[in-house]
């Protein structure tokens, strides 16, 4: 009966610009007002202190300083010229380069919207200075950028393992291999298109020198994979490894003197920021997790999917839809955050494994990013590039389709993603 009320209170909120935070905990109250369960809400604080004290946690806001102390260090230019200097020589070269900057920049940000501004502003205007059409290199740098939260380090991974009590580091293993195919599968497209359209590239195109760009790149290349080696073979856990990335990264900068105490400050100040509203949607998410538990929507939902008779499989189709639906429209933490306890008690309850899972959950909502109508990353990308939003989803929908038919395959084969996990004895 409340329920028609308490949408309306969330449409409202939505169409009058509110933070989700604030829709998502104004729901979640009314509802309990309105369900006449209010006296539960006693324990409320204790329940919001005790989702925010684990320590998984600790590495998320310890991999955004890092992130942005790499940017502002000069890391993703160095990064470019090394991918330049090996990958220029190809037809199509620069959308290649586009794509593997992003392979090594996900060991730096984890942030597909990171990615998107840093490569938007670096590489689509030098492509369009070498001949590339706005809307090509556009949706190269878009689609490329999803590569980041796939690889470790990846804040979104981290926070999924947070939230529904998933290895960290077996997370971090399961998203390599699933990144890097999808890095293969760009590349694949780069170059049917680099033929078709005629994109420059090859030999006689001016190139960075091989050698100087391998040493000046270097740092931000061996950086992921220190990381990467502790926190795999068990030398640092991930909120360890991301101090050291910050510790390197600052080191990196000040030795490049392309950072300084005023931009260090400003990365301190930025990180405060994002974290402060990550914790906000969490507090106003355990909230209504709490709701969720209360009505026991985790087994209505169970129920119903034992009466429709879907298997493991088709009932991680149905979650596909969901998670795919909610990237499109809501921030990627949140969405995990509101979806994920709801939905994944059920997948494991029907024997789906929770890495792979995970990885399912993870990929399909960062490629929500890449879709109408409120794609994170088009949004960052059209503003970054001064381009028609329209115009830019147009560019980019082939490359989005892709990537659906990726997240099918990854969905169909659990294998890909759980096979270095298993073979590092991490599950």
Same mark, same amino acid.
């Given at each position: 009966?409340?329920?028609?009320?308490?949408?309306?209170?969330?449409?409202?909120?939505?169409?009058?610009?509110?933070?989700?935070?604030?829709?998502?905990?104004?729901? @979640?109250?009314?509802?309990?007002?309105?369900? $006449?369960?209010?006296?539960?809400?006693?324990?409320?604080? /204790?329940?919001?202190?005790? /989702?925010?004290?684990?320590?998984?946690?600790?590495?998320?806001?310890?991999?955004?300083?890092?992130? $942005?102390?790499?940017?502002?260090?000069?890391?993703?230019?160095?990064?470019?010229?090394?991918?330049?200097?090996?990958?220029?020589?190809?037809?199509?070269?620069?959308?290649?380069?586009?794509?593997?900057?992003?392979?090594?920049? @996900?060991?730096?940000?984890?942030?597909?919207?990171? $990615?998107?501004?840093?490569?938007?502003?670096?590489?689509?205007?030098?492509?369009?200075? &070498?001949?590339?059409?706005?809307?090509?290199?556009?949706?190269?740098?878009?689609?490329?950028?999803?590569?980041?939260?796939?690889?470790?380090?990846?804040?979104?991974?981290?926070?999924?393992?947070?939230?529904?009590?998933?290895?960290?580091?077996?997370?971090?293993?399961?998203?390599?291999?699933?990144?890097? %195919?999808? @890095?293969?599968? %760009?590349?694949?497209?780069?170059?049917?298109?680099?033929?078709? $359209?005629?994109?420059?590239?090859?030999?006689?195109?001016?190139?960075?020198?091989?050698?100087?760009?391998?040493? &000046?790149?270097?740092?931000?290349?061996?950086?992921?994979?220190?990381?990467?080696?502790?926190?795999?073979?068990?030398?640092?856990?991930?909120?360890? @490894?991301?101090?050291?990335?910050?510790?390197?990264?600052?080191?990196?900068?000040?030795?490049?003197?392309?950072?300084?105490?005023?931009? !260090?400050? /400003?990365?301190?100040? &930025?990180?405060?920021?994002?974290?402060?509203?990550?914790?906000?949607? !969490?507090?106003?998410?355990?909230?209504?997790?709490?709701?969720?538990?209360?009505? /026991?929507? =985790?087994?209505?939902?169970?129920?119903?999917?034992? +009466?429709?008779?879907?298997?493991?499989?088709?009932?991680?189709? %149905?979650?596909?839809?969901?998670? !795919?639906?909610?990237?499109?429209?809501?921030? #990627?933490? +949140?969405?995990?955050?509101?979806?994920? =306890?709801?939905? #994944?008690?059920?997948?494991?309850?029907?024997?789906?494994?929770?890495?792979?899972?995970?990885?399912?959950?993870?990929?399909?909502?960062?490629?929500?990013?890449?879709?109408? =109508?409120?794609?994170?990353?088009?949004?960052?990308?059209?503003?970054?590039?001064?381009?028609?939003?329209?115009?830019?989803?147009?560019?980019?929908?082939?490359?989005?389709?892709?990537?659906?038919?990726?997240?099918?395959?990854?969905?169909?084969?659990?294998?890909?993603?759980?096979?270095?996990?298993?073979?590092?004895?991490?599950?």
């Amino acid at each position: 009966m409340y329920g028609p009320l308490v949408l309306g209170v969330v449409l409202i909120g939505i169409f009058a610009g509110s933070a989700i935070a604030y829709v998502i905990g104004t729901a @979640a109250i009314s509802t309990f007002v309105l369900a $006449d369960k209010a006296g539960f809400m006693a324990v409320l604080p /204790q329940r919001l202190f005790s /989702q925010l004290d684990n320590f998984a946690f600790l590495a998320m806001p310890l991999f955004i300083l890092a992130g $942005d102390l790499m940017n502002r260090g000069g890391l993703a230019t160095s990064l470019i010229d090394f991918c330049m200097s090996i990958f220029g020589r190809l037809k199509g070269g620069l959308g290649h380069v586009n794509i593997m900057t992003s392979v090594f920049f @996900a060991g730096v940000s984890g942030s597909a919207v990171s $990615d998107a501004a840093a490569l938007g502003n670096a590489l689509v205007p030098e492509m369009r200075r &070498r001949g590339y059409s706005l809307d090509y290199a556009a949706a190269i740098t878009g689609a490329s950028s999803i590569i980041g939260p796939i690889i470790p380090p990846s804040s979104i991974l981290i926070f999924y393992g947070a939230l529904m009590d998933t290895s960290v580091t077996a997370l971090f293993a399961a998203g390599i291999l699933p990144g890097l %195919l999808l @890095a293969a599968v %760009l590349m694949l497209m780069n170059t049917y298109y680099a033929y078709r $359209d005629n994109h420059p590239g090859g030999k006689g195109s001016d190139l960075p020198k091989l050698m100087p760009s391998f040493v &000046r790149a270097l740092p931000a290349m061996a950086l992921p994979f220190i990381i990467l080696g502790g926190t795999l073979f068990g030398f640092m856990t991930p909120a360890e @490894a991301a101090a050291v990335a910050v510790v390197a990264a600052m080191i990196i900068g000040f030795a490049r003197r392309e950072l300084d105490v005023k931009g !260090l400050m /400003q990365s301190i100040n &930025r990180t405060a920021i994002l974290l402060g509203a990550l914790f906000i949607i !969490l507090c106003a998410i355990s909230t209504f997790s709490y709701l969720a538990a209360l009505e /026991q929507w =985790p087994q209505a939902i169970a129920g119903v999917i034992s +009466a429709w008779g879907l298997g493991p499989l088709e009932y991680l189709m %149905l979650v596909n839809v969901i998670f !795919l639906v909610a990237g499109m429209v809501m921030d #990627v933490k +949140a969405a995990v955050a509101l979806f994920a =306890p709801i939905f #994944v008690p059920v997948a494991l309850a029907m024997g789906i494994d929770p890495v792979h899972l995970g990885i399912v959950i993870c990929f399909n909502i960062t490629t929500g990013l890449l879709s109408p =109508p409120l794609g994170g990353v088009l949004l960052i990308l059209a503003t970054t590039i001064k381009m028609d939003y329209w115009r830019l989803i147009r560019a980019t929908l082939p490359f989005f389709f892709a990537e659906v038919g990726l997240l099918m395959v990854l969905t169909y084969f659990p294998e890909i993603s759980l096979a270095l996990p298993r073979a590092l004895g991490l599950i």
